[in-house]
């Protein structure tokens, strides 16, 4: 049985920690933290289940708007680079 060793907690708007899931490891729960915020930015914290102390915190502050443009971005370079050729000569 794999145990979860990080609880993921979100910063309430009353300052609170709202538990948000578990994690196996430390990388795993910083991944979902980067994750967990584009969909929801906010403060996320990552407690360690042994220690019962904060191994990693992390302040994400982005609009809808902003994720939107970056994804068009995204998508515009995409585009770009299935049309253009990969060197500069032929």
Same mark, same amino acid.
């Given at each position: 049985?794999?145990?979860?060793?990080?609880?993921?907690?979100?910063? &309430?708007?009353? &300052?609170?920690?709202?538990?948000?899931?578990?994690?196996?490891?430390?990388?795993?729960?910083?991944?979902?933290?980067?994750?967990?915020?584009?969909?929801?930015?906010?403060?996320?914290?990552?407690?360690?289940?042994?220690?019962?102390?904060?191994?990693?915190?992390?302040?994400?502050?982005?609009?809808?708007?902003?994720?939107?443009?970056?994804?068009?971005?995204?998508?515009?370079?995409?585009?770009?680079?299935?049309?253009?050729?990969?060197?500069?000569?032929?």
């Amino acid at each position: 049985m794999v145990t979860q060793s990080y609880d993921i907690f979100r910063r &309430g708007a009353a &300052g609170d920690h709202i538990w948000v899931e578990a994690a196996h490891d430390l990388e795993s729960a910083k991944t979902r933290i980067i994750e967990l915020s584009a969909e929801k930015p906010g403060q996320y914290v990552v407690f360690n289940q042994r220690s019962g102390r904060m191994v990693s915190s992390g302040t994400v502050v982005a609009s809808p708007a902003a994720r939107a443009t970056s994804a068009e971005s995204q998508k515009a370079t995409q585009s770009r680079m299935e049309t253009e050729p990969d060197t500069l000569w032929k």
